[in-house]
């Protein structure tokens, strides 16, 4: 959607790697989250923040770490200890109070070496 | 708990009939229901929201919804389908505070000419 990128669109992982996808909006929008997709599973919420300097942990937030210093970036890292990271992973945006909606990355497409 | 169900998991449909797609939900409270389209490899958009009043809300791309309290539904439906219309479709539940979205599982829509 308009307003945020997500980068890359593809990224490889190898064994014991950290990565991290990066997800930016001009928006202007309070809230940001992270989802993974997997086929046949729906979305699935990792992280959100609402506020800079401040995070929620979703369903599965195991193996993942965020860090929300601006108000702008939401980056995602997938950490060593996710052992099944294969996975198309979404970055949305919405504005606070009520988030009528939420405004959709493009995506980046995270696959293991 | 909240949760967002898609009993159909591939639907497929001839050019020009009739659509419709399922969704059913569960939530504690008065809930924001959505419907999003995803293409191959892109984000979600969004096709329309009900948040209160009227329970029949319109869409973009010709698409329709009617909330069924009693039902716990919130069924998609599009009169004539276009061949454009082949993508994934996810139903989504939010809460009035904004902070979280629960999405199905999707259905994936085929369209033969």
């Known amino acids: 959607d308009g307003g945020i990128t997500q980068s890359p669109k593809y990224l490889f992982r190898k064994e014991g790697q950290n990565v991290t996808l990066s997800c930016e909006q001009n928006?202007?929008?309070?809230?940001m989250y992270w989802y993974r997709q997997d086929p046949g599973q729906g979305l699935r919420l990792i992280y959100y923040?609402?506020?800079?300097?401040?995070?929620q942990k979703g369903d599965i937030a195991e193996g993942y770490s965020v860090s929300r210093e601006k108000k702008e970036s939401f980056p995602l890292t997938v950490t060593s200890a996710q052992k099944n990271p294969t996975a198309f992973y979404l970055c949305?945006?919405?504005?606070?109070?009520?988030?009528?909606?939420?405004?959709f990355g493009s995506g980046t497409q995270l696959s293991v070496l | 708990a909240q949760s967002v169900t898609q009993p159909d998991i591939h639907i497929t449909v001839s050019e020009g009939a009739s659509l419709e797609l399922r969704c059913n939900y569960s939530y504690g409270a008065t809930p924001y229901l959505f419907w999003y389209v995803q293409s191959p490899g892109q984000g979600l958009q969004l096709l329309l929201k009900?948040?209160?009043?009227?329970?029949l809300v319109q869409g973009i791309k010709g698409f329709e919804a009617e909330f069924k309290r009693s039902q716990s539904s919130f069924n998609l439906r599009k009169p004539s389908v276009h061949w454009s219309d082949a993508a994934e479709y996810f139903c989504a539940v939010g809460s009035n505070t904004g902070n979280q979205f629960y999405f199905g599982t999707g259905t994936s829509l085929t369209v033969i000419p």
């Open positions: 923040s609402q506020i800079v300097n401040d995070f």
């Open positions: 949305a945006t919405g504005v606070l109070p009520g988030n009528e909606k939420l405004f």
């Open positions: 009900y948040f209160s009043g009227d329970t």
């Open positions: 928006l202007n929008h309070d809230a």
